[in-house]
């Protein structure tokens, strides 16, 4: 139940036949796009706000509501203030709030959404867990209600395409099949497919190298940048300088270093020389949060429902011809 957004009930789905409008700007290609409608995917365009987070319009209750679509968060989670103004009735934990620099004093509360309209796709009974998220709306931008997390995004085949702005739906939820014509579909484009899966606490992670030291990281497109554990880095050789700092309600004031990796490598996809973010996290994010910047830069399709992370280099033209 923690979240990191670096920034149980059983949920159905009911799957409404209708065309949907892309926004000028955000459609994907027609031929990903065309491939994943085939297997019996629907898709909504996604929007990208002030500090580089991907969000989706939705309904929750018959209100009009915004998520952050965050797949480092195990758990869909809706603000403490969403959850008064819709007036829902949720029941209280004995769980520590968790984050990126720690456990806070709040504790966890849980409840169900009557339902969730996501484009043209209704979800109904969904598990939520709720926290005071009001730190996602401290940055400009349109206001978020919460993040969708990865269990959702897992149940319901979801399928993100970080770069051209899109998230796929699978009203079957995941499939072999479809999962496997990705696959065929991507690699066959330049795409180097990464393995992933879930953690103990229900984090999708994936094997990445830090200098050529072994390591996991957490696939977070709630995290506006790749964030590493100061321990990881400087074992790593990874050389450090000040940043920014963070003034966070639990931890206090958090500094910031920029780190510069020889090679920073996921699965067997490699970056050279890449900037990252360096601090001192709580033990649960572990070595780190792979986040949107190299996710986006790269192409990167998150592929949940199939386990799945796919990255091709930006200066690819088969890439753009997707």
Not at 78 to 89: A, V
Not at 268 to 279: D, L, R
Request: net charge neutral; hydrophobic share 45%; with cysteine.
């Amino acid at each position: 139940m923690k979240t990191f957004s670096f920034a149980l009930a059983v949920a159905t789905i009911v799957w409404v036949e209708a065309e949907f409008d892309l926004v000028a700007g955000a459609a994907a290609p027609a031929a990903l796009k065309t491939i994943l409608e085939r297997e019996g995917y629907g898709g909504s365009p996604l929007q990208r706000r002030f500090g580089n987070h991907l969000f989706v319009h939705t309904v929750i209750n018959g209100h009009r509501t915004a998520l952050m679509i965050d797949t480092g968060s195990p758990r869909t989670l809706i603000d403490r203030d969403t959850i008064r103004q819709l007036g829902l009735i949720v029941r209280e934990t004995t769980v520590p709030v968790g984050g990126v620099w720690g456990r806070k004093s709040e504790r966890y509360s849980v409840g169900n959404l009557a339902t969730l309209v996501m484009g043209n796709c209704t979800f109904t009974n969904v598990p939520i867990t709720v926290a005071d998220e009001s730190h996602i709306n401290k940055i400009r931008g349109p206001h978020l209600d919460g993040l969708f997390g990865a269990h959702e995004m897992w149940k319901f085949g979801m399928i993100i395409d970080c770069t051209r702005q899109m998230i796929y739906v699978n009203p079957k939820g995941p499939s072999v099949a479809a999962g496997q014509g990705l696959s065929t579909f991507l690699e066959a484009r330049g795409f180097t497919r990464i393995p992933m899966r879930f953690d103990a606490s229900q984090h999708l992670v994936i094997d990445a190298a830090l200098n050529g030291h072994r390591i996991e990281l957490i696939v977070d497109t709630g995290a506006s940048t790749t964030l590493l554990a100061t321990s990881t880095a400087r074992a790593a050789g990874v050389a450090l300088s000040p940043g920014s700092r963070i003034n966070d309600s639990s931890a206090g004031v958090v500094p910031l270093d920029i780190g510069r990796a020889q090679q920073l490598t996921f699965g067997t996809f490699s970056v050279a020389s890449a900037e990252v973010a360096v601090a001192n996290v709580s033990k649960e994010v572990g070595a780190g949060l792979l986040g949107e910047e190299y996710l986006s830069w790269n192409f990167g399709i998150v592929d949940v429902g199939g386990l799945n992370l796919y990255l091709r280099p930006p200066d690819s033209t088969s890439a753009k011809k997707r």
